[in-house]
């Protein structure tokens, strides 16, 4: 169920950030996702980035995205 949730919500996620709920869900999506959706949150974030990153919970988000990200090579 939950894998379900997050596919169908991860490309969503910048019609909802802009609110506290949707950033916080926005942010459980970012943790609990594999870097498969993290990769997706990111890609459909990236057109809009200094917008979110100027709103006042959508920059929440960006620094959740940021935390959990894993860059290294195995």
């Known amino acids: 169920r939950k894998e379900a949730l997050l596919s169908s919500l991860k490309e969503l996620t910048m019609h909802f950030l802009h609110t506290r709920d949707g950033a916080r869900v926005a942010m459980w999506i ?13 890609k459909s974030l990236k ?13 929440m988000v960006l620094v959740r995205l940021l935390d959990v990200t894993d860059d290294t090579k195995s």
Do not use: I, S
């Not at 970012?30 to 990111?42: I, L, S, W």
């Not at 979110?52 to 959508?58: I, K, P, W």
């Open 47 to 59: 057109p809009f980035a200094v917008q979110t990153a100027l709103d006042e919970f959508g920059c």
């Open 30 to 42: 970012a943790t609990q996702g594999t870097a498969k959706d993290r990769k997706a949150m990111m």
